[in-house]
């Protein structure tokens, strides 16, 4: 879509259309704090006399809060998690590495690896969520590609992130579910070739359906895999059901499909806290719960710069199989970020393995946002920083010459 034409080896400048670049605009009083943090800074930063209008930051100086909050970006490293508060200042590290704004809704897009061609739908606060929640494609294209390619359906699956990777990883998307409209118009939207239906999966009604639907879909055939993204809290609101019992969780409602469609594989994504939840048990009686059933089931923590998405985001995969054997993880491709004492002290782990990608090579090349609209015309090529990350985002090169690309320069 993005191809630019080369004539005699030299790149023709071609105007693109860049879709949600807008940002949460910020009070005067936050573009006076942001405007005093400089790219690896934090709320530190802030002077005194501005910091005193502000009861929460005060409250912050006064308890030590956490050094990610008001944290402006480096460009020379992967971001830190974008999570669903990057329309404010004080929740993350969300301020531009060198604008007195924060990123834009398609720059966090970009830190979360979704190509630019992938366009988000419905209310703003909406986008927000459909990012930060978002599987960052290029961790599920990964953990995708350790499956056998098949068909496969995505639950929980909100703008696509999981289902994009997925598909990158050459599975086909036959059906996916989920319970909100806004994440159902974006996903709808991007998967033309995939039958999203509504379905609230604290209701046995909806859980029945969706599993109709998706027999539907398979007309006989076997399921090769089911993925899910269920939210970790469980269904405490669902009246009945005691708070206690970790089957009351969203994560369990997977499991009654599982139980009727016998998918060969699954592949769960949740957040690291899974692994602690009431001690281990969460995720202790679900993965029993997958071996009662005939899986042979493994968990793995993944770093998603290893995997070339900027970003540091650490996730939980569970991976089972009906064949009895287990998968392993992917092979990293690239050095996963560690810190030492404190902020600043930060170093790459694997230095045998490519550096990770960068802020300035995830989103140096955008132009500046425009607050009447979404859709901003640019030419990349006219852009300061070029990186082989940026064009596999505007999908000029393929995956496979991105890796190339970045393995030769480390
Ligand atoms: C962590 S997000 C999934 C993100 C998705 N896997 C992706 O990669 O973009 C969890 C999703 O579960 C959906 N959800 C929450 N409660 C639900 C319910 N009761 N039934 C069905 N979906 C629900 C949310 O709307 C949200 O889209």
């Not at 709320?43 to 005193?52: S, Y």
């Not at 971001?79 to 060198?98: D, K, L, Q």
């Not at 986008?127 to 599987?135: D, E, F, L, R």
Request: one cysteine or more.
């Amino acid at each position: 879509m993005f191809e630019a034409e080369a004539t005699d080896g030299h790149e023709v400048d071609q105007t693109i259309s860049l879709f949600n670049h807008v940002t949460a605009k910020l009070s005067d009083l936050d573009l006076e704090m942001v405007k005093s943090v400089k790219p690896g800074g934090n709320w530190n930063d802030i002077p005194l006399k501005t910091a005193k209008k502000s009861k929460r930051l005060m409250q912050i100086r006064n308890s030590g809060g956490r050094t990610t909050y008001y944290g402006r970006l480096r460009p020379d490293l992967p971001s830190y998690t974008i999570n669903t508060y990057f329309n404010r200042p004080g929740n993350g590290t969300f301020i531009h590495p060198e604008r007195n704004r924060l990123i834009s809704i398609r720059e966090a897009a970009r830190l979360q690896s979704f190509s630019d061609d992938f366009r988000f739908y419905g209310s703003l606060s909406s986008q927000y969520k459909q990012i930060g929640n978002a599987v960052p494609p290029l961790l599920a294209r990964a953990i995708g590609s350790m499956i056998p390619a098949s068909r496969a359906v995505d639950l929980f699956c909100g703008a696509g992130g999981m289902s994009n990777g997925l598909i990158q990883a050459g599975h086909k998307v036959i059906a996916a579910a989920d319970v909100n409209n806004h994440m159902l118009e974006t996903y709808g939207e991007n998967h033309n070739q995939t039958k999203s239906v509504k379905s609230d999966f604290t209701k046995n009604k909806d859980i029945t359906e969706t599993i109709q639907s998706i027999e539907g879909s398979l007309a006989g055939k076997t399921l090769g895999l089911l993925a899910a993204g269920p939210p970790c809290q469980g269904f405490s609101t669902a009246g009945k059901r005691k708070d206690d019992d970790p089957r009351n969780s969203l994560l369990f409602a997977a499991l009654k499909i599982v139980d009727t469609l016998c998918p060969e594989h699954i592949l769960i994504e949740n957040v690291l806290g899974l692994k602690w939840m009431k001690g281990g048990d969460i995720l202790g009686s679900f993965m029993q719960h997958l071996e009662s059933l005939g899986y042979a089931a493994s968990w793995h923590k993944l770093y998603a710069e290893q995997f070339g998405v900027p970003q540091r985001r650490r996730r939980i995969f569970v991976l089972a199989s009906q064949t009895g054997n287990e998968f392993s993880p992917p092979e990293p491709v690239f050095s996963r970020v560690t810190t030492g004492r404190t902020r600043e002290d930060i170093h790459f782990k694997d230095s045998h393995l490519a550096e990770p990608v960068s802020v300035d090579e995830a989103i140096g090349d955008m132009p500046q946002v425009c607050e009447d609209t979404d859709c901003v015309e640019y030419q990349p090529s006219n852009t300061k920083s070029r990186s082989t990350y940026q064009q596999l985002m505007r999908k000029e090169i393929s995956y496979e010459k991105f890796i190339e690309g970045r393995s030769k320069k480390a």
